[in-house]
């Protein structure tokens, strides 16, 4: 069975400060992939970024990237530089990639993140 | 390119009523999900569709259902509302359904009202 857990419900940073998004799944699926998105107080889900389970190496898309730790089933989103516009909500979520039956998508809690002024 | 698009945006039912949403993924791509996001139990998976078939199926009851059509337009209904489903409904869109390496795009949601 899949499982998502994000163990800080909130988070505080400072403006410019980076912070660590903790995101730590549970598969026994080899093949499998890692998406983070955010998700303002409008309700719109924004994808951030993604992470192959056979990727060599760790994502990176602009000020985000992606701490992927296999052997520990971790997955944590680091956000560099933040902005006022990052405090959101943030979602850790899982893709297996088995073709049969049952797969979708299984999303995280989510954290909260309030980047201070 | 235009992104994934859900009417209506606001809706205010009764107990008892029935409610249709309506999906419109981004042109091109064929896989449609529904979600349920409430504050009690985060972010719920409800079905995906996948060419006109439905691929996949949430823990939920029957009175949830939805269905694709072929320019991958995609509803979901829900009769005999009840209170707990008030919630925000939101749609994504991937390009194809069966695949790890495959991002879902998510349309602005609807938020269902039960009074």
């Given at each position: 069975a899949q499982k998502i857990t994000q163990t800080q419900p909130g988070m505080f940073v400072q403006e410019k400060e980076a912070v660590t998004l903790d995101c730590t799944y549970d598969t026994s699926d080899p093949s499998y992939g890692l998406f983070w998105y955010k998700q303002p107080s409008s309700g719109e889900m924004i994808f951030l970024i993604y992470q192959g389970s056979y990727d060599q190496q760790n994502a990176t898309e602009g000020r985000y990237s992606l701490n992927f730790q296999k052997a520990r089933k971790s997955a944590n989103l680091v956000i560099s530089a933040s902005q006022l516009g990052d405090s959101a909500m943030y979602f850790c979520a899982m893709r297996e990639g088995?073709?049969?039956?049952?797969q979708n998508f299984v999303f995280g809690p989510g954290t909260r993140l309030s980047v201070l002024p | 390119k235009a992104g994934v698009t859900q009417t209506p945006r606001y809706l205010i039912k009764t107990r008892g009523q029935q409610v249709t949403l309506s999906c419109s993924p981004i042109s091109g791509h064929r896989s449609v999900s529904w979600y349920q996001q409430t504050p009690g139990q985060g972010l719920q998976f409800l079905f995906e569709y996948f060419s006109e078939t439905q691929r996949n199926k949430g823990n939920?009851?029957?009175r949830f259902s939805g269905r694709q059509f072929s320019n991958s337009r995609s509803e979901m209904n829900v009769s005999?509302?009840?209170?707990?489903?008030s919630a925000l409904y939101l749609c994504a869109s991937s390009l194809r359904g069966y695949s790890s390496y495959n991002e879902q795009f998510f349309g602005p949601g609807t938020r269902l009202t039960v009074l």
């Open positions: 088995r073709n049969t039956r049952g | 939920f009851p029957g005999t509302l009840e209170l707990g489903d």
